[in-house]
């Protein structure tokens, strides 16, 4: 099968209005592609598309697992539709389980019936609380199905064995991409994940909660870099599945240390019970993505924190002039001293050695942000 052209290529998004699918959909529309959305906004926002919406986006508002209202020619399918998020999978298990069962074998039909080439975003969370470390593709995982984060952890599972059924049975050119944690501007500030959690409580000057010791490890891919993947896998021929993640690990109190430095270091760090089930470490092996890819992620996470606080500062302002000030300051600091370091090692040179060894929403966010019991990831 010849690799996709995106030029006048037209992609089916599902989950488009999301945090990634956004970032992925304006990056399709910039190489030509013509885009049909499909989102029931459960967790998307429909202002992530309002500056994309012209003659080259269809939006369409539409819950997934239910049968699909066209029937179009298409050259591609992207299954982003989940509810990734820890608020909403605990909050929606069975409708979780069924977006990535049902909504899942609904998309993998329509690529089937036109011929498409399908994408779907897996995670990292296929491989639980790994027992191997850093975490490669042929790693089964070590999942608990029945722990609290089982519906979004199986549903994944349940996502990948379907892409690969439909593969096997009816030769339907398919990729799988496994996602590691990803953050960026356009994040939901109150999803519960590590990142907009931890800074909103930095920027306003209350203490950042760290669950348990924060001795567990993360790997944070900037939205780019993932998004930069996921186009790559889609116009090629690679089958995977591929970890797509940055490989530069950081424990969670490091980050909460990070983030405090990028704002002022107003807040104190407050330890918080630990969630059930939580992985104690998180690192991909991406050799499988620069080999079969040529991918490899650029965004070093100091910048990308710093760009990350930047946007959540513009839409969650603090009252207290002085510790808005304060924030300011911190982040024209750190802006000028990235610029004036030495240069850090590349994430080339990490994979190396690894494989060697909305202002809109800032009042539903104060008023609905869980407390701090310990953000997740």
């Known amino acids: 099968m010849s690799c996709l052209d995106l030029g006048d290529a037209h992609v089916i998004v599902t989950g488009g209005a999301g945090f990634i699918g956004h970032h992925l959909c ?11 959305v499909l989102d ?12 994309l919406m012209g003659d080259h986006l269809r939006l369409i508002e539409h819950d997934v697992t239910q049968p699909w209202p066209i029937d179009d020619p298409v050259d591609a399918v992207v299954h982003l539709a989940s509810l990734a998020s820890p608020v909403y999978y605990m909050d929606l298990p069975i409708e979780t389980l069924r977006v990535g069962s049902e909504g899942t074998l609904r998309a993998l039909e329509y690529a ?14 296929v491989y639980g609380d790994p027992l191997i470390h850093p975490q490669v593709e042929t790693y089964w995982g070590n999942v608990n199905p029945i722990g609290v984060r089982a519906v979004y952890d199986e549903g994944k599972r349940f996502t990948e064995a379907a892409t690969v059924a439909y593969a096997r049975e009816y030769g339907l050119s398919t990729g799988i991409a496994r996602l590691f944690n990803t953050y960026g501007p356009g994040m939901r500030l109150d999803d519960g994940r590590a990142i907009p959690t931890m800074a909103c409580q930095a ?25 930069a ?13 591929v ?8 424990t969670l109190l490091e980050l909460a240390q990070r983030l405090r430095q990028l704002t002022g270091e107003v807040s104190d760090i407050s330890f918080v019970p630990r969630p059930h089930d939580d992985p104690s470490v998180r690192k991909p092996c991406i050799d499988a993505a620069q080999r ?3 991918w490899a992620p650029v965004v070093a996470l100091e910048e990308g924190l710093r760009r990350t606080v930047e946007s959540f500062a513009a839409i969650l302002p603090t009252h207290d002039p002085a510790l808005r000030e304060r924030v300011r300051f911190a982040l024209e600091r750190g802006l000028t001293q990235d610029r004036h370091a030495a240069p850090a090692p590349t994430l080339n040179d990490i994979a190396t050695e690894q494989s060697e060894s909305a202002r809109l929403l800032v009042d539903h966010v104060r008023a609905a942000r869980p407390q701090p019991t310990g953000a997740t990831t």
């Open 26 to 36: 304006h990056e399709l529309l910039k190489a030509g592609a013509r885009l049909t």
């Open 229 to 241: 993947g996921l186009i790559a896998l889609l116009t090629s021929d690679v089958a995977g599945p």
């Open 112 to 125: 089937r019936r036109h011929r498409a080439r399908f994408i779907v975003s897996s995670t990292s969370e």
């Open 292 to 294: 079969l890819l040529g």
């Open 243 to 250: 970890n797509l993640g940055n490989p530069q690990e950081i």
């Open 203 to 227: 920027l306003e000057g209350t203490p950042i909660s760290v669950s348990g010791d924060g001795s567990q490890t993360r790997s944070f891919c900037y939205v780019s870099d993932t998004v």
């Open 40 to 51: 029931n906004f459960a967790s998307g926002d429909r202002a992530n598309l309002r500056q």
